[in-house]
T-cell receptor
Framework: DAGVIQSPRHEVTEMGQEVTLRCKLI?????LFWYRQTMMRGLELLIY????????DSGMPEDRFSAKMPNASFSTLKIQPSEPRDSAVYFC????????????FGDGTRLSIL | SQQGEEDPQALSIQEGENATMNCSYK?????LQWYRQNSGRGLVHLIL?????REKHSGRLRVTLDTSKKSSSLLITASRAADTASYFC??????????FGTGTRLQVFP
């Protein structure tokens, strides 16, 4: 079975540009999590969805960040406008069932804002 | 701030030796999970231990949980070069959110 698929794997862009990161969930999974990983702050949860509904976006840094789930198998994380401090590796993870189930991570998007 | 703190931050051993990593957390938990991350890849789930469990095994992995001390340990027996990775603990309590620790970087030399 295919795992969580993220695209692009790498993105380099100039500050001020809009960045869109994409995530395809594992079929049948109903929860979707977006994380950001940096050396300084480690792995941080940005936002998560259950059944396509955003449940907790308290980790989203500021209004420049937005996330959507247009359908049950796909999500986007958008940064507009981007800033150099947004440079990080962004992961999405999906999960089926309840809190006692593991999360399945994609291989991430390495984002560099120049 | 992150809830979990792994100890040590880095560990270097020879193949065949055992590796032990520790995780401490601050609040109540429903479960504690261990994940592995290879360089340039996403996290891979290794094992989940519920708050009412004290020990769990999976292959060469052994996890213990002491809720009175708010700590867990991950033991990898007979380590292999392929075990080289970063290892993270993560906890959750009455929420879908997982709080990840800072990780232990394990290097296994052939």
């Amino acid at each position: 079975d295919a795992g969580v698929i993220q695209s692009p794997r790498h993105e380099v862009t100039e500050m001020g540009q809009e960045v869109t990161l994409r995530c395809k969930l594992i079929s049948g999974h109903n929860s979707l999590f977006w994380y950001r990983q940096t050396m300084m702050r480690g792995l941080e949860l940005l936002i998560y969805f259950n059944n396509n509904v955003p449940i907790d976006d308290s980790g989203m840094p500021e209004d420049r960040f937005s996330a959507k789930m247009p359908n049950a198998s796909f999500s986007t994380l958008k940064i507009q406008p981007s800033e150099p401090r947004d440079s990080a590796v962004y992961f999405c993870a999906s999960r089926s069932g309840t809190i006692n189930q593991p999360q399945h991570f994609g291989d991430g998007t390495r984002l560099s804002i120049l | 701030s992150q809830q979990g703190e792994e100890d040590p931050q880095a560990l270097s051993i020879q193949e065949g030796e055992n590796a032990t990593m520790n995780c401490s957390y601050k609040t109540s938990i429903n479960n504690l999970q261990w994940y592995r991350q290879n360089s340039g890849r996403g996290l891979v789930h290794l094992i989940l231990i519920r708050s009412n469990e004290r020990e769990k095994h999976s292959g060469r992995l052994r996890v213990t949980l002491d809720t009175s001390k708010k700590s867990s340990s991950l033991l990898i027996t007979a380590s292999r070069a392929a075990d080289t990775a970063s290892y993270f603990c993560a906890t959750g309590y009455n929420t879908d959110k997982l709080i990840f620790g800072t990780g232990t970087r394990l290097q296994v030399f052939p």
